[in-house]
């Protein structure tokens, strides 16, 4: 785990169901988990997009994999999930 708003395993077995699965066109670069550990590291820090580490995707993949999961309520149902286990 190289940074402290990285998943854990048993974190990424909560969340990773909740994330939409998309029709495979070609094999995707980046898996969902490190996209969303790079939008967990911009939100933690709140540091420019542009900014993030070089060991995780490219802002450009994280900003937009986070805009379409904003739009689509799936931080809202990742949330919630959250919330229950609490």
């Known amino acids: 785990m190289p940074y402290s708003s990285s998943l854990t395993d048993a974190e990424w077995e909560i ?3 909740l994330l939409p699965q998309k029709k495979q066109t070609r094999p995707p670069v980046w ?3 490190h996209i969303l550990d790079g939008i ?3 939100l933690k820090n709140g540091c420019n997009w542009g900014d993030l580490p070089k060991d995780l995707p ?3 993949t994280v900003f937009w994999h986070y ?3 904003r739009s689509a ?3 809202e149902q990742i949330r919630d999930a959250l919330h229950v286990q609490v």
């Open 15 to 17: 969340i990773g169901p």
């Open 31 to 33: 898996t969902k988990r």
């Open 40 to 42: 967990l590291y911009q």
């Open 58 to 60: 490219p802002y450009s």
């Open 67 to 69: 805009k379409q999961w």
């Open 73 to 75: 309520g799936v931080l």
